[in-house]
């Protein structure tokens, strides 16, 4: 690890260097890489730091107690700020080797969001639109933009589907626990006989593809364009601005119809696609050390009954970790740290736990 830590230390020192030749900085591309790269070492470089301070100070207290000269007062002392030196070595250790973790390279992108209503009808519908307003609020609370791409929402209100993107610092990086089957167990308003229902919506959130990352020939998309509906069939407008783009090969089909100018409705369509078609990439890669993990924590996997709204009881549990949390009304109103916090806390041990 100290080798490492040292190679990391030269670079950090060499980046720095770098970024303060005024032909580095008129090279934007080059410096804006730098930067990023700058930002993700510094607290590695500074962990390392304060690494070797305690070493140093562990060795000058040992030195002393090793003095002839040192009396039984001063032995004391020592020993206690070894035992503190000690500990703090240790607790270091420990964040450095989460530091030193491989970076997920899309923890630093914005994301797309896609939730659709699962079983249950209405009651899936209506709890969709409950997802989509957890984390509406969970982005506000991060300062993050939330802009919706599609949706289709039915009169009896809720939401079947919608897709939207999240742009900020951070947000795949937190949000990316959430792909997976989350089911509600509630009263439906229309039950008279007051039995609790069991209602399901799945959740997709997909890393947002740069232009660079995805190759994508034309002659592989349909495009269709029609008039766009709204609630109960109506038209949204006279113009056939709605536009369905088909990639062929792999069969997805992404709609979009929230916008009157066909363009931004073709390149709404275009960013969701290019995401599902990364996420497909994604998948491919991922499978194999998927398979061999014992949790599925940030996998990402769709199918998987992630968790549990439980209303009667007013709880919230994370079936990967096996968290409950009893602050539901919160939960949906995008507090939802403690819990993201805990599921990254959990694959991180996992991968300490894959790499030692």
Avoid at 224 to 250: C, K, L, M, W
Avoid at 309 to 315: E, I, K
Wanted: net charge negative; glycine share 6%.
């Amino acid at each position: 690890m100290l080798d490492k830590l040292n190679l990391i230390s030269e670079k950090y020192n060499d980046i720095n260097q770098k970024i303060s030749d005024p032909q580095v900085i008129a090279d934007q591309n080059l410096f804006k890489n730098l930067m990023k790269e700058h930002a993700h070492l510094e607290p590695i470089v500074n962990h390392y730091n304060d690494y070797k301070n305690v070493l140093n100070s562990i060795e000058e207290n040992c030195e002393m107690m090793a003095d002839s000269a040192c009396d039984d007062e001063l032995r004391e002392l020592c020993e206690l700020e070894l035992a503190e030196y000690n500990q703090r070595k240790e607790e270091l250790e420990d964040e450095l080797k989460l530091l030193l973790l491989p970076k997920d390279p899309n923890d630093d992108k914005n994301v797309i969001v896609e939730i659709r209503a699962g079983a249950g009808g209405s009651e899936a519908a209506l709890f969709a639109g409950d997802l989509f307003r957890m984390f509406s609020r969970y982005s506000e609370r991060n300062h993050w933009k939330t802009e919706i791409l599609n949706s289709n929402i039915p009169d009896i209100g809720g939401i079947k589907e919608i897709t939207f993107s999240i742009e900020g610092k951070g947000a795949f990086s937190r949000l990316k626990y959430e792909s997976g089957v989350h089911r509600v167990q509630r009263i439906p308003t229309t039950e008279s006989g007051g039995r609790i229902h069991t209602s399901t919506a799945t959740v997709a959130v997909l890393p947002e593809a740069e232009d660079v990352e995805i190759e994508m020939n034309p002659n592989d998309l349909r495009v269709d364009v029609f008039r766009s509906s709204g609630n109960g069939g109506q038209s949204v407008n006279t113009t056939d601005s709605a536009v369905r783009i088909t990639h062929e090969p792999t069969g997805i089909v992404v709609t979009c119809q929230d916008e009157k100018s066909q363009l931004k409705n073709k390149d709404k369509a275009m960013k969701v696609l290019k995401a599902r078609l990364y996420e497909l990439e994604l998948e491919k890669q991922q499978s194999e050390i998927a398979q061999d993990r014992k949790s599925q924590v940030g996998t990402g996997d769709r199918s998987e009954r992630i968790r549990t709204y439980n209303f009667p009881q007013g709880r919230v549990t994370d079936h990967r970790i096996g968290m409950t949390v009893h602050q539901l009304d919160g939960f949906l109103d995008g507090e939802i740290d403690e819990m993201i916090d805990a599921l990254i806390t959990t694959d991180q041990a996992e991968r300490l736990a894959e790499s030692i």
